[in-house]
Structure formats: structure tokens, C-alpha cells
């Protein structure tokens, strides 16, 4: 079992930053990559950025450029998120992709208002 826990978030204007953080414990050695999904109001679950234990990452078109993921230590990753925009809101969940298992953090709230 792998579980994660999420911190930061919160609200922000257009235009501002927010860093997401999330830590991983129990048989974090499974783990083969980690990222960040979000979904807004009515919206599917969308992933924003992932990163694998190489450091190979992958990001949603619409943040590329504006969000950074980096994994700082082996059981810890930072989504640091630039320039946001209003239609960034969301809940933001942390996820570790383990070949035989899918784990998510509770979620977090981004919301950038206008």
C-alpha cells in the first residue's frame, strides 16, 4: 500500500503562482511514476503533469510552460504552477502509478479567481 498526502493549494489571482507538494509513504519502492490529475465542477479527471522515476515527465498541452513538476526526493513531488489562469480551478489529486496498483491523494483545492 502507497499512500499520499497532499499540501498547498489555495486561492490565487490570475496571473499568480502556487506550488502543490506531495508526499508518499508505505512500499513507495513500487512506485514507477508520480503526477498530478485535476478535475473541475463537470469535468472529467484530467492529467496535468507526471514524472518517472527516471525523470522522464509529460504534461497536459494546456500547462505546458506555465507548470513545472521536479520529484525532490524519492517519495516527494512538487508541482510548481506559473502564470495561472482561471480556468486552472480545480481539485488537484496527487497520483502514484505502481504496475499492479493506481493510488490518489484526498485532493486538494486550486482556485484562481479573475
Known amino acids: 500500500q502507497v499512500r499520499l498526502v497532499e499540501s498547498g493549494g489555495g486561492l490565487v489571482q490570475a496571473g499568480g503562482s502556487l506550488r502543490l507538494a506531495c508526499a508518499a509513504s508505505?512500499?513507495?519502492?513500487?512506485?514507477?511514476?508520480m503526477g498530478w490529475y485535476r478535475q473541475a465542477p463537470g469535468k472529467q479527471r484530467e492529467l496535468v503533469a507526471s514524472?518517472?522515476?527516471?525523470?522522464?515527465t509529460n504534461y497536459a498541452d494546456s500547462v505546458k510552460g506555465r507548470f513545472t513538476i521536479s520529484r525532490d526526493t524519492a517519495n516527494t513531488v512538487t508541482l510548481l504552477m506559473n502564470s495561472l489562469k482561471p480556468e486552472d480551478t480545480a481539485v488537484y489529486y496527487c497520483?502514484?502509478?505502481?504496475?499492479?496498483?493506481?493510488?490518489w491523494g484526498q485532493g486538494t483545492q486550486v482556485t484562481v479567481s479573475s
Open positions: 497520483n502514484a502509478f505502481a504496475p499492479k496498483e493506481n493510488y
Open positions: 514524472i518517472t522515476t527516471g525523470g522522464y
Open positions: 508505505g512500499n513507495i519502492f513500487t512506485i514507477s511514476a
